[in-house]
């Protein structure tokens, strides 16, 4: 869970630029590897968390709306964890 907080709050803060975040990026700020990562981007579209934008160079990645209710639902969870000591 904590490295999907990680994907989806770096698609929507930490993007290099307004067309998305590359594969790359991603793996770079998540720290996992590159197979890893594309199941999680792919289960990730699919749910409709993250929209996956095609260009002539490669994909990249960006946070949908419902992306952004999950994340700030999964960060009250996780406070709220914190709040009794458990660490998620």
Known sequence: MSIIGDILATT???T????GASVTYLIRKANVSHSR???????????GL???????????????QKGREFLQAYR?????????????
């Not at 993250?50 to 949908?64: D, G, H, N, P, V």
């Not at 996780?78 to 998620?88: H, K, P, Q, V």
């Open 16 to 19: 290099p630029d307004e067309t």
């Open 37 to 47: 990562i594309s199941k999680i981007l792919e289960t990730l579209v699919q749910q």
């Open 50 to 64: 993250l929209e996956q934008m095609t260009s002539e160079r490669a994909c990249k990645y960006k946070i949908s």
């Open 12 to 14: 929507r803060d930490d």
């Open 76 to 88: 009250g969870f996780r406070e709220f964890a914190d709040t009794f000591g458990l660490r998620i």
